[in-house]
C-alpha cells in the first residue's frame, strides 16, 4: 500500500454544537491544510486549570469533518487512514459509524474505513479531539490534529501499512547483507499464488508465496548489496527500497521506502559502534512544541530544530 497525504481541505469546528449547525444548513468554515493545533488559537486567561503549564490557553473539545469520495474501483480494497497525532482522546467517524477510538495523544494510529465506506459516493469523516480534560500535562500540549493524516488504499491481495522491514544483517566495504521482510495479507475469496519482488541499491530478488484468505504470509530475502554506501552520523546515505507484490505480469501491490545500510552494537566495554566505530550519543530534551507556532508540526520548522 502506497500512502498518500490527506491533509487538504479539512472543514474545523470549535465544538460539537458548531458542526452540528453546520450540517442543519449553518455557516461552514474555510478549510484549513493540516496539522493543526487548535489551542494556540484559543484566547488565554488566567482562569484555566491549566494555569501557566500551557501558556494559559485552554483546552477544549474539536471536531475536524472532511469529504472522502470513494471511487468504483476501490470495490473489495481496503481503505484506511492513518492520523500521525491527535490531542487528545480521538474518536473518528466514517458516515455516523465510529472506526476508530484513541485515548493517548503522541503516537500514531490507524482507522479501518473499509466496512462503513459507501463506494460511489461521498463519504464524510469526522474527527473529534477531545481535550477538555485539564489540566493533563505539565507543559504546552496544544490541541487536535497537530500532525498529518495519510490515507492506505489496497486490494484484496496487499501489502499493510508499514508491512515492509529493511534490517542490515552485517555490513563491510565489500558487501551489506540486508534482510526484507515483506508481509503479505489476504481478503481475497480463493487462494493466491503471488510472487514477492524486491529491490535495493540495483539488487533485486523475488520469492513465490501462496496466501489463504483471511490469513498473511511474511517473506524474507536477503540481498547481496555490493561496495556499500554506508550511512553514518556524517554521510547519511539513504538507499531506495521497493516491494512489489506480482500475479503474473499484474501487480496487485507496491510498496516504497527510503532506507540507510548501517550497523549498530552495544556492549559494556566498547560502547555503541556504528559501522564498527565507536560514536557517542549526543542529543537534548526538546519537548514537541514549537514556539509561538503552537504543536503543529510544520516540516520546516521541524528541520530548524534540527539544524539547531
Given at each position: 500500500?502506497?500512502?498518500?497525504?490527506?491533509?487538504?481541505?479539512?472543514?474545523?469546528?470549535?465544538?460539537?454544537?458548531?458542526?452540528?449547525?453546520?450540517?442543519?444548513?449553518?455557516?461552514?468554515?474555510?478549510?484549513?491544510?493540516?496539522?493543526?493545533?487548535?489551542?494556540?488559537?484559543?484566547?488565554?486567561?488566567?482562569?484555566?486549570?491549566?494555569?501557566?503549564?500551557?501558556?494559559?490557553?485552554?483546552?477544549?473539545?474539536?471536531?475536524?469533518?472532511?469529504?472522502?469520495?470513494?471511487?468504483?474501483?476501490?470495490?473489495?480494497?481496503?481503505?484506511?487512514?492513518?492520523?500521525?497525532?491527535?490531542?487528545?482522546?480521538?474518536?473518528?467517524?466514517?458516515?455516523?459509524?465510529?472506526?476508530?477510538?484513541?485515548?493517548?495523544?503522541?503516537?500514531?494510529?490507524?482507522?479501518?474505513?473499509?466496512?462503513?465506506?459507501?463506494?460511489?459516493?461521498?463519504?464524510?469523516?469526522?474527527?473529534?479531539?477531545?481535550?477538555?480534560?485539564?489540566?493533563?500535562?505539565?507543559?504546552?500540549?496544544?490541541?487536535?490534529?497537530?500532525?498529518?493524516?495519510?490515507?492506505?488504499?489496497?486490494?484484496?491481495?496487499?501489502?499493510?501499512?508499514?508491512?515492509?522491514?529493511?534490517?542490515?544483517?552485517?555490513?563491510?566495504?565489500?558487501?551489506?547483507?540486508?534482510?526484507?521482510?515483506?508481509?503479505?495479507?489476504?481478503?481475497?475469496?480463493?487462494?493466491?499464488?503471488v510472487e514477492v519482488c524486491a529491490a535495493l541499491g540495483g539488487v533485486t530478488g523475488r520469492v513465490p508465496v501462496t496466501v489463504f484468505p483471511g490469513s498473511e504470509e511474511t517473506v524474507r530475502q536477503t540481498l547481496a548489496i555490493p561496495s556499500p554506501a554506508l550511512w553514518d552520523c556524517d554521510h547519511p546515505y539513504l538507499y531506495d527500497c521497493t516491494v512489489t507484490?506480482?500475479?503474473?505480469?499484474?501487480?496487485?501491490?507496491?510498496?516504497?521506502?527510503?532506507?540507510?545500510?548501517?550497523?549498530?552494537?552495544?556492549?559494556?566495554?566498547?560502547?555503541?559502534?556504528?559501522?564498527?566505530?565507536?560514536?557517542?550519543?549526543?542529543?537534548?530534551?526538546?519537548?514537541?512544541?514549537?514556539?509561538?507556532?503552537?504543536?503543529?508540526?510544520?516540516?520546516?520548522?521541524?528541520?530548524?530544530?534540527?539544524?539547531?
Amino acid at each position: 500500500m502506497i500512502p498518500q497525504s490527506f491533509n487538504d481541505n479539512w472543514h474545523f469546528f470549535k465544538s460539537i454544537n458548531d458542526a452540528r449547525a453546520a450540517a442543519m444548513g449553518g455557516p461552514q468554515p474555510p478549510a484549513i491544510t493540516l496539522p493543526h493545533d487548535a489551542m494556540i488559537h484559543e484566547p488565554r486567561t488566567p482562569d484555566t486549570p491549566n494555569g501557566a503549564q500551557t501558556g494559559f490557553y485552554p483546552g477544549g473539545q474539536y471536531v475536524y469533518q472532511k469529504t472522502l469520495y470513494a471511487p468504483a474501483d476501490w470495490q473489495g480494497c481496503s481503505v484506511i487512514l492513518e492520523f500521525e497525532g491527535v490531542y487528545q482522546t480521538a474518536q473518528v467517524y466514517l458516515n455516523g459509524t465510529l472506526v476508530a477510538h484513541q485515548l493517548y495523544g503522541y503516537s500514531n494510529f490507524y482507522a479501518d474505513l473499509t466496512n462503513a465506506l459507501h463506494i460511489g459516493e461521498d463519504n464524510q469523516i469526522r474527527v473529534i479531539a477531545d481535550n477538555s480534560a485539564v489540566p493533563n500535562s505539565r507543559w504546552y500540549s496544544g490541541s487536535g490534529m497537530y500532525r498529518g493524516v495519510r490515507l492506505w488504499v489496497g486490494g484484496p491481495v496487499r501489502l499493510p501499512a508499514e508491512g515492509v522491514q529493511v534490517t542490515t544483517l552485517s555490513a563491510d566495504e565489500d558487501y551489506a547483507l540486508v534482510e526484507i521482510a515483506a508481509t503479505v495479507r489476504s481478503v481475497d475469496q480463493a487462494p493466491r499464488r503471488v510472487e514477492v519482488c524486491a529491490a535495493l541499491g540495483g539488487v533485486t530478488g523475488r520469492v513465490p508465496v501462496t496466501v489463504f484468505p483471511g490469513s498473511e504470509e511474511t517473506v524474507r530475502q536477503t540481498l547481496a548489496i555490493p561496495s556499500p554506501a554506508l550511512w553514518d552520523c556524517d554521510h547519511p546515505y539513504l538507499y531506495d527500497c521497493t516491494v512489489t507484490v506480482k500475479d503474473g505480469a499484474r501487480m496487485l501491490d507496491h510498496a516504497a521506502l527510503r532506507v540507510g545500510l548501517r550497523t549498530l552494537t552495544l556492549d559494556p566495554h566498547r560502547g555503541l559502534r556504528l559501522n564498527g566505530r565507536p560514536v557517542k550519543l549526543r542529543g537534548a530534551c526538546i519537548h514537541h512544541d514549537n514556539g509561538i507556532l503552537g504543536a503543529a508540526t510544520w516540516p520546516d520548522a521541524e528541520r530548524r530544530r534540527c539544524r539547531q
